[in-house]
């Protein structure tokens, strides 16, 4: 049996271009924790049914444990880790802390990342744009309605802001 061979993938994250060798089928999840040190997106199942490992490529919401690192070449992946320069991201993070929206925190990366892309396209979600925009998401906590809330008032601050998404 032979490795794959390597694979030179150029792509931007969170605003920093990057360039790593990863072979053909290694997940865009393993190069972000273990080549970039960005352990914010989490590996949960492996089978894109809990969303742990959302990310953003071009501002989609994308599963990182099964899309292959090669898919993202000459692409924009925004992980966590982006919440110091994104002021979305600052007002998810602050509102999530507001409504007390997580306990174990595990599923919360994957749940933001999503949350910031429903944001970009829709500035004042309503509460089924909300749980329509987190139905791919898996929270064992069970704070969904915290996380709803905190995704509204989110949406909210941002408004009054008038901060652009």
């Known amino acids: 049996m032979s490795e794959a061979a390597p694979l030179m993938v150029r792509f931007t994250v969170n605003g920093r271009s990057v360039e790593v060798d990863a072979a053909g089928d290694v997940p865009l999840l393993a190069v972000l924790r273990g080549d970039l ?7 949960g199942c492996g089978l894109e049914q809990c969303g ?28 966590i880790e982006d919440v110091g320069r994104d002021p979305v991201l600052a ?7 507001d409504e007390q929206a997580g306990q174990c925190g595990y599923c919360l990366s994957g749940i ?15 509460r089924a744009a909300v749980v329509a925009a987190l139905d791919r998401h898996l929270c064992r906590c069970g ?18 802001e008038g901060a652009a998404a």
């Open 112 to 126: 933001v990342m999503s949350a910031r892309a429903l944001l970009a396209r829709e500035p004042s979600p309503d």
């Open 91 to 97: 007002a998810l993070k602050q509102a999530f802390l």
């Open 37 to 43: 040190g960005l352990t914010g997106s989490r590996f």
């Open 52 to 79: 742990a490992c959302m990310v953003l490529v071009d501002g989609a919401p994308a599963y990182a444990c099964s899309r292959p690192a090669w898919s993202v070449a000459d692409r924009s992946v925004a992980t």
């Open 143 to 160: 704070v969904h309605n915290r996380i709803v809330r905190a995704v509204q008032r989110a949406a909210a601050h941002l408004a009054a």
